[in-house]
């Protein structure tokens, strides 16, 4: 409940608890929430999924970014003269750091959803993701790049 809800609910319950509704009882009744609030404000918990937002709205930029940044990586493998050469599909055994279904559910979409690569199978341990990419010259590089990226964004938002 935001704080001004509050407020104004401590102020009709002042008005209800001393039977007049009136503006100035209405606003002394506003003024004693303000005041019962500020002396409580260390006690009130801050509801967490406030604390994520933050995190959530990074990952979308994220996902954002990666997913133009690829597209674009497509289009120009897509248009170059001679595409044969310039293909290098490869499939990446990625080492999980997340372990709930949400997380990794979540972390192959993100991949799945980002153009050039897909993810095809979990290991029954959890342990492994396969992801197939369009173009992969430098595996080691492509698994640093899902692990400080998707994963580590992931693992801020789901952390407790």
Do not use: C
Not at 30 to 45: C, D, E, F, N, P
């Amino acid at each position: 409940m935001t704080f001004l809800a509050l407020v104004v609910l401590l102020g009709i319950t002042w008005a209800a608890i001393t039977g007049t509704f009136s503006l100035g009882n209405l606003l002394l009744g506003g003024a004693i929430g303000i005041l019962s609030l500020w002396v409580i404000r260390m006690q009130i918990a801050r509801p967490a999924f406030l604390g994520k937002i933050p995190k959530v709205i990074s990952l979308a930029l994220l996902f954002l970014y990666e997913l133009v940044l690829s597209s674009v990586k497509v289009l120009i493998l897509v248009l170059s003269p001679n595409m044969k050469k310039s293909l290098e599909p490869a499939i990446i055994a990625f080492p999980l750091t997340v372990k709930s279904d949400l997380e990794i559910t979540l972390l192959a979409n993100l991949i799945t959803l980002t153009p050039g690569t897909l993810s095809i199978d979990v290991a029954e341990d959890r342990s492994v993701l396969y992801v197939h990419a369009l173009s992969a010259p430098n595996k080691k590089a492509m698994i640093k790049d899902i692990a400080t990226g998707f994963e580590a964004k992931i693992i801020e938002v789901f952390q407790a």
